[in-house]
């Protein structure tokens, strides 16, 4: 589950490994998601995107899934690589063709054991 | 090319101040956003500029928070009365029109009010 606060949810992977973080997004209407990277002193990073209109989508080593009956998305990472190690947030948004504000969650923090 | 800047990087007011935070966006860029990060959270939407003009100024916490982008491309968020609570990132992200989901962030400028 998710926790609030200074205490992101952690997940340690050994190098090599595939990783899986979840999320669970809030909001029915929601039809676009995004996975961001944040390494820290940095602005999130844009990993790969989804929209509601599909449930899986694969980019270099990532992999999105979409279940909108539970309001759940995942992440997959194959073959984690140490620069793999970060804080990953999902984050949804209604496509209007004007506000795109993103929604993020609390966050996952990886991190890659050599 | 030339990612979302901010400055500064890092800003410490006391207690009452006043402080303003620039971005400059990807040139071109017609969106702006200006998110809020606090420690172990994930960034929360401030306000949205589409042009020149504030079209979504709902995630504003208080009328001590005001932002402008006078001529469609650099933003200005200004504090008032800063109070410690206002410590955070805050972060700056463009994309290349409306109806673009894609945001791109910048790195960020910490504010710590004392």
């Known amino acids: 589950g998710e926790s609030v606060g200074l205490h992101l949810p952690t997940l340690s992977v050994q190098e090599g490994d595939n990783s899986i973080i979840n999320c669970a997004y809030s909001n029915s209407a929601s039809d676009y998601f995004i996975w961001y990277k944040q390494e820290s002193g940095k602005g999130p990073q844009f990993i790969i995107d989804?929209?509601?209109?599909?449930d899986k989508r694969q980019g270099q080593r990532v992999t999105v899934l979409l279940n909108k009956t539970v309001k759940h998305l995942s992440l997959q990472i194959a073959a984690t690589q140490p620069g793999d190690s970060a804080v990953y947030f999902c984050?949804?948004?209604?496509?209007?063709?004007?506000?795109?504000?993103?929604?993020f969650g609390t966050g996952t923090r990886l991190t890659i054991i050599p | 090319g030339a990612g979302v800047s901010q400055t500064p990087s890092n800003k410490v007011t006391e207690k009452g101040k006043y402080v303003e935070l620039r971005c400059d966006p990807i040139?071109?860029?017609?969106?702006l956003y200006w998110y809020r990060q606090s420690l172990g959270q994930g960034p929360e939407f401030l306000i949205y500029f589409q042009g020149t003009g504030a079209a979504d100024d709902s995630g504003l916490p208080n009328d001590r928070f005001f932002a402008v982008r006078p001529e469609g491309s650099v933003s200005t968020l200004k504090i008032q009365r800063t109070e410690r609570g206002d410590s955070a990132v805050y972060l700056c992200?463009?994309?290349?029109?409306?109806?673009?989901?894609?945001?791109?962030f910048g790195p960020g400028t910490r504010l710590t009010v004392l």
């Open positions: 992200a463009s994309s290349s029109y409306a109806g673009d989901n894609e945001q791109f």
């Open positions: 040139s071109g860029h017609t969106a």
């Open positions: 984050a949804e948004s209604i496509s209007n063709f004007g506000n795109e504000k993103l929604t």
């Open positions: 989804i929209r509601s209109n599909m």
